[in-house]
């Protein structure tokens, strides 16, 4: 089993054990529901954050730019030392309704995230400062009449590790950077259910998740600086620009990660 795969088992099995306590001892957070955010071609609506792991806002109120939402998170990090919790788990959750204004295509979205990690002190690759966001995606309505839902999943690629999983002896440093980055195509997942026409309507969650282990005389801490979903209604000459750009760099993601 590889590096990655046991890496998800177990943000999987922290997850689950965090949302079986929270159950039984009430909740950690409220959620937090923001404005409906209004782009040039897209309105963003039921705009919700949660947290089953630590207070929020973890994300924060979001600016819209074009058909761009943007999140500058403040407080969406995970922090351990062996002054502090050996395992910090900080799980953070996002959903929204997208939708077009007259009738434009949603062909894609485009989701990017960045922050920094840190890694020092005495210890082994057991040190860990690790990101993981998987995405949820269902269609809802396509040429502005209702379907069936279609609904399809994707993980975020992430640079300069593919996995997003840093350890002390690989990636010792301060204040190192993380980028990740997705193209959940819309177009697509249509196409392949047979449906002829555009998404014109769609539901995006996801489920971001920031992992820090240490060791007896080790630091490890990882942060979220910022947070932003781009729906693609272009020209095709642009969205192609765009897969070619999305391409490149999940290809350099892969690079370093070998």
């Known amino acids: 089993m590889s590096h990655h795969t046991l890496l998800r088992w177990f943000l999987f099995g922290l997850v689950v054990g965090l949302l079986v306590l929270g159950a039984e001892n009430g909740a950690w957070a409220d959620p937090i529901y ?31 730019s074009a058909n761009s939402l943007v999140f500058f998170p403040v407080s969406f990090k995970a922090y351990a030392s062996e002054m502090h919790p050996a395992v910090d788990l900080t799980d953070g959750t996002m959903s929204m309704t997208i939708r077009s204004l007259q009738g434009g295509p949603i062909l894609g979205i485009l989701v990017r995230e960045s922050g920094d990690f840190t890694l020092g002190g005495l210890g082994t690759a057991n040190t860990i400062a690790a990101v993981a966001t998987p995405m949820f995606v269902t269609i809802t309505q396509v040429d502005g009449q209702s379907i069936t839902p279609i609904s399809f999943s994707q993980s975020m690629t992430y640079s300069p590790k593919a996995n997003g999983k840093f350890n002390l002896l690989d990636d010792e440093g301060v204040g190192e950077t993380w980028e990740g980055l997705a193209l959940l195509d819309v177009a697509g997942a249509l196409a392949a259910a047979g449906i002829q026409g555009a998404a014109t309507k769609v539901t995006l969650s996801l489920d971001n998740v920031l992992l ?13 600086k910022q947070f932003g979903i781009e729906v693609l209604i272009p020209e095709p000459s642009t969205l192609t620009l765009l897969i070619l750009a999305c391409v490149g760099f999940l290809a350099r993601g892969r690079r370093r990660f070998k």
């Open 34 to 64: 923001y404005t409906t955010q209004v782009g040039e071609d897209v309105v963003f609506d039921s705009i919700r954050e949660d947290s089953a792991t630590d207070p929020t806002p973890l994300y924060g109120p979001p600016t819209v």
């Open 212 to 224: 820090a282990t240490s060791e007896a005389a080790s630091v490890a801490y990882i942060a979220k």
